[in-house]
């Protein structure tokens, strides 16, 4: 798989506690149920998983926690799918992150309230830009509708052995009445761990009403925004036909957003009355959805299957892309910057082919060459942070003091929109240090620290930057900020 680290971190992504006591941390059930949890995908998950350290254009996160994707362009289009979801909701954009996961199941969940996760294999599924907006809306609902926060209230309720008896036995009823072996959660009844019968059926009967409450929701802001929910209506049927053949197409949406018959015919109901029903996406999204799925099979696919799916018969921009992307994985810059080079012709005003350019010249050995079409990526999304970040790179392996100005520059506007990033924060670090700047250089390295976690080396730093830096400066205010949040963690 793809890998961008452009300083050498470990980049990791953290699990942290969920809605339940945090003092039961140490106790068996309680792990217990952490691990089916982020097995099972199911929609009461309410973890608070951080991206600690953000990664420039399209880089994946590698390890056994879940391998997180940071692309400016997808990200950017699904900001675009949720803009006018959001204005119904209203809900501030900015109050909410999203994320995508590597992972080629459909599925998508919110978790920690304010973070929407969206698996890759949504966007690569989906045959509209209107079924993935449709699955955008109904989690958004989630979130306007303070589900999780809801829900943890709930499972604070029953005992520990009660939620676990609880999942295994929702998770274990979706999968055989998927398997058209039975339509009721009775027949799940053996997995239970000695739950309580009363919590199961409570707890239960709570997440169908909010599942049946996000559908509500999702219409309601789908209508008000003028759009279709016949994308979302179409995608749950698929994904419940292809689940009531066989177990093995039991997708995680399905166990997370138990989908029975009656519940669709409701939702076909609704979907149906809408005046909206049989509205189009829009030309432009229509493209921008291919052009998202060229890029993932691009980067996540082997070259020969890229070749497959987009063969050189084939002439479409999407196309094109794909294949661009797939000679430079494989190091084969002769043929991947001319095929750059050709989709930049036909649309020059694209960022995201500009970025790729700049991303292959600096990747390969030449980032000297990068710098200038990574300017330019940059001038055509100046809110791009994880394009400036990548220009910073570039501009810093000159070791030149006039390039560690301009980096620092272009850092601190990139800091607006990816400010818990801990390679920015290193490359901050880097470039105070050729200026010769050694207060704030620790003062940085400590603060990506701390976005990673490695409280040891954030309070060895912060100290240093504390000795460094005039008492009661900015620099000494903010090191002494980080060792008192350390010394309180550590209380």
Not at 46 to 63: E, N, T
Not at 88 to 110: C, Q, T
Request: overall charge positive.
């Amino acid at each position: 798989m793809f890998d961008t680290n452009p300083v050498g971190m470990d980049m990791r992504c953290n699990v942290a506690a969920t809605t339940l006591n945090p003092q039961k941390k140490k106790d068996r059930f309680y792990k217990l149920m952490q691990k089916f949890l982020r097995l099972s995908g199911i929609l009461f998950l309410s973890a608070a998983m951080l991206a600690q350290a953000s990664l420039p254009s399209f880089a994946q996160k590698r390890g056994n926690n879940p391998k997180l994707i940071r692309d400016a362009e997808i990200e950017e289009l699904m900001r675009r799918y949720l803009k006018p979801i959001f204005k119904a909701a209203k809900i501030p954009p900015k109050a909410v992150h999203i994320y995508l996961i590597d992972d080629s199941r459909i599925n998508a969940f919110v978790a920690g309230g304010q973070r929407i996760f969206i698996h890759t294999g949504l966007i690569e599924q989906a045959q509209t830009p209107n079924e993935v907006i449709g699955v955008l809306a109904h989690e958004t609902a989630h979130v306007a509708g303070g589900h999780l926060a809801r829900l943890g209230v709930q499972i604070e309720r029953a005992s520990t052995q009660a939620i676990i008896g609880t999942l295994l036995g929702a998770a274990a009823a979706v999968g055989v009445a998927q398997s058209g072996a039975a339509s009721n959660a009775g027949a799940a009844g053996a997995l239970v761990l000695g739950g309580s019968e009363f919590a199961k059926q409570n707890l239960l009967s709570y997440v169908r009403a909010q599942e049946a409450s996000a559908d509500e929701g999702a219409l309601r802001y789908l209508n008000a925004s003028g759009q279709s929910g016949r994308g979302m209506l179409e995608l749950f049927q698929r994904l419940y036909n292809q689940s009531i053949a066989s177990l093995q197409f039991v997708n995680p949406y399905a166990v997370s957003h138990p989908l029975p018959l009656q519940r669709i015919r409701v939702l076909e109901n609704r979907v149906r009355a809408s005046k909206h029903f049989n509205k189009k996406d829009k030309d432009y999204l229509v493209f921008r959805h291919k052009m998202a799925k060229a890029k993932l099979a691009g980067f996540t696919r082997s070259a020969q299957s890229v070749y497959a799916a987009y063969p050189i018969s084939n002439n479409s921009i999407p196309a094109q892309y794909a294949r661009a992307i797939a000679a430079y994985r494989v190091a084969d810059l002769q043929t991947a910057i001319p095929a750059i080079d050709r989709l930049i012709e036909r649309i020059p005003k694209n960022p995201y082919f500009w970025e790729l350019k700049g991303q292959a010249l600096l990747e390969k050995g030449n980032p000297e060459d990068a710098v200038a079409p990574l300017r330019q990526a940059l001038k055509l999304y100046p809110e791009s942070g994880l394009i400036g970040i990548l220009l910073a790179q570039a501009l810093l392996a000159s070791d030149t003091k006039a390039a560690a100005r301009q980096s620092l520059s272009i850092l601190s506007k990139a800091q607006r929109f990816e400010g818990e990033s801990g390679s920015l924060h290193l490359l901050k670090a880097r470039a105070h240090g050729i200026l010769g700047d050694y207060a704030r250089a620790e003062l940085s390295t400590a603060e990506s620290a701390m976005l990673r976690g490695d409280k040891k080396l954030a309070k060895e730093k912060a100290e240093g930057a504390k000795r460094r830096a005039k008492s009661g400066s900015t620099v000494w205010i903010r090191a002494s900020d980080i060792l008192n949040a350390l010394k309180k963690k550590k209380s």
